[in-house]
Nanobody, 126 residues
Framework: QVQLVESGGGLVQAGGSLRLSCAAS????????MGWFRQAPGKERVFVAA????????TYTDSVKGRFTISRDNAKNTVYLQMNSLKPEDTAVYFCAMDPRRNYRRTTDATNYDYWGQGTQVTVSS
């Protein structure tokens, strides 16, 4: 059974940084696409970033390009999201997700992911 546990969220001032972590259980992590999504109050869950099984070819939504970096450590079964130059509009609950089927054409589609963490709150004050 796959479990994903996020950590690293918190309250930060605009311009600050946070590093989110997502620890996964099970062997599926090493061969899976991993993604980060976020959900602001009253809004739908949206794609933030994804990385393939070997850490290559990361993809990002336009609003975070140049500020966020997704990475993974397969030896630790962990995926990270380094968030710099944070803005109030980045405030949301951030979720990590796993796609063990490696459907590269749908990395931005939340319905493509089979497993989800419980989320971690990120609040950016102005």
């Amino acid at each position: 059974q796959v479990q994903l546990v996020e950590s690293g969220g918190g309250l930060v001032q605009a311009g600050g940084s946070l590093r989110l972590s997502c620890a996964a259980s099970g062997r599926a992590f090493m061969s899976s696409i991993m993604g980060w999504f976020r959900q602001a109050p009253g809004k739908e869950r949206v794609f933030v970033a994804a990385v393939n099984w070997n850490g290559a070819s990361p993809t990002y939504t336009d609003s975070v390009k140049g500020r966020f970096t997704i990475s993974r450590d397969n030896a630790k079964n962990t995926v990270y999201l380094q968030m710099n130059s944070l803005k109030p509009e980045d405030t949301a609950v951030y979720f990590c997700a796993m796609d063990p089927r490696r459907n590269y054409r749908r990395t931005t589609d939340a319905t493509n992911y089979d497993y989800w963490g419980q989320g971690t709150q990120v609040t950016v004050s102005s």
